[in-house]
């Protein structure tokens, strides 16, 4: 076993590393506040090549492979948890389906522009009544004289209002339960498609998150991602590998609380002494940076696996679950670390714990991932 980085990756971390603390970091709070993140800072991603580190060369992308894109998500999502699930949700499940499943000419269309920055990719999959079981999608797609015709609604959706494209499940074949599932390929300027209500949220407030409104929005035949009634598999491969983008995030904000905690329990003076003397503060802090690191080498082992064309599956799931709640254990001893100010919006870590949050729920709760892994198991 090898545990170190190769030099391309070392290099990759190193420049998400420097783009989030001069460029993000100054400006993160800010975002937060105001609810939105500058159009800018996803062109300037595009110009980094943030975007395109997980694609092959062949497509346009730099073929870093998913473990020098995780570095990058968990770079980014230490300083601006908002940035990282936009960015998360742009390459995995955004761009991710095309990649995996469309055609030469959907690839050709669509791949080098969200690589670039020009805009962002969506997933629309979760809808009202079909949240952790979205095998129950009741978005329609009917075929009518050459042109697909849409009727439905997506909610919860990352980047909605910043797409240019948006990878859309519906029902093609009523009765066929799953097998009757298909995924499409939607311009943002597709007649009948509109954006609707955008959500105030608990957390990542600075992302983009709305409903995706389809009224008999009309699309070309050619738009069918892959074969009809595959979308079911399709989506299902694609949350795979979208979860380890949110362990990554996850391991990005854990490794933020014990950033945050560390320099304030060496100057928080409580009985005389900083508050990092007292053993109480240490298991803390030993408690936080061992399941920090725990975290990020499952995530790592995830994404190699990925990378190696093996079975993935199962360590995404793994990695996923236990990112996330370690995440949140983070944010709550970070808090309990800062005493009051910890409560106060002029320290970060009550943002952390409100993002961190989502991350539990995002891409399968933490129950469907218990789900994946007991089938693994044979159970």
Request: aromatic letters at 8%; hydrophobic letters at 40%; glycine letters at 10%.
């Amino acid at each position: 076993m090898d545990f170190e980085l190769s030099e391309e990756h070392r290099m990759i971390r190193k420049m998400a590393r420097d783009f989030a603390e001069k460029e993000v970091l100054p400006r993160a709070a800010e975002w937060e506040e105001k609810k939105a993140i500058p159009p800018e800072v996803f062109r300037r991603m595009g110009e980094l090549g943030f975007f395109a580190l997980p694609f092959p060369e062949d497509e346009g992308g730099l073929g870093a492979g998913y473990l020098g894109y995780a570095l990058a998500v968990e770079e980014v999502s230490r300083v601006s948890a908002s940035l990282g699930i936009s960015y998360a949700a742009h390459c995995s499940i955004g761009m991710g389906p095309i990649h995996l499943f469309g055609s030469k000419a959907q690839k050709e269309r669509w791949l080098t522009p969200c690589m670039q920055g020009r805009f962002l990719a969506s997933f629309g999959l979760t809808e009202p009544n079909a949240g952790s079981d979205a095998g129950g999608t009741q978005t329609t797609a009917v075929l009518h004289d050459g042109e697909w015709v849409l009727n439905g609604t997506k909610c919860f959706i990352t980047n909605a209002n910043l797409a240019g494209v948006i990878v859309a499940t519906a029902v093609t074949d009523k009765g066929e339960g799953s097998r009757g599932i298909s995924s499409f390929v939607v311009p943002a300027d597709a007649p009948g498609f509109s954006v609707g209500q955008t959500y105030n949220k608990l957390g990542l407030r600075a992302s983009d998150t709305a409903e995706l409104v389809f009224e008999d929005c009309r699309l070309p035949a050619d738009s069918l991602l892959g074969e009809r009634g595959a979308g079911f598999r399709q989506f299902l491969t694609a949350l795979d590998g979208g979860r380890i983008s949110i362990a990554a995030m996850s391991v990005g904000i854990a490794q933020a609380c014990l950033d945050a905690s560390i320099p304030y329990a060496q100057t928080r003076v409580q009985f005389g002494q900083p508050i990092a003397k007292f053993q109480a503060i240490q298991f803390k802090l030993a408690d936080m940076a061992t399941e920090t690191e725990l975290a990020r080498l499952m995530t790592c082992k995830a994404a190699w696996l990925k990378d190696q064309g093996k079975p993935f599956t199962r360590e995404a799931a793994m990695a996923k679950l236990f990112a996330s709640e370690v995440s949140v254990r983070a944010a709550l001893q970070a808090i309990q670390i800062h005493g009051g100010y910890g409560y106060m919006d002029e320290y970060p870590v009550e943002r952390y714990l409100r993002d961190a949050k989502l991350m539990e729920i995002g891409e399968g709760t933490s129950e469907v991932q218990r789900l994946v892994i007991a089938r693994t198991l044979g159970c």
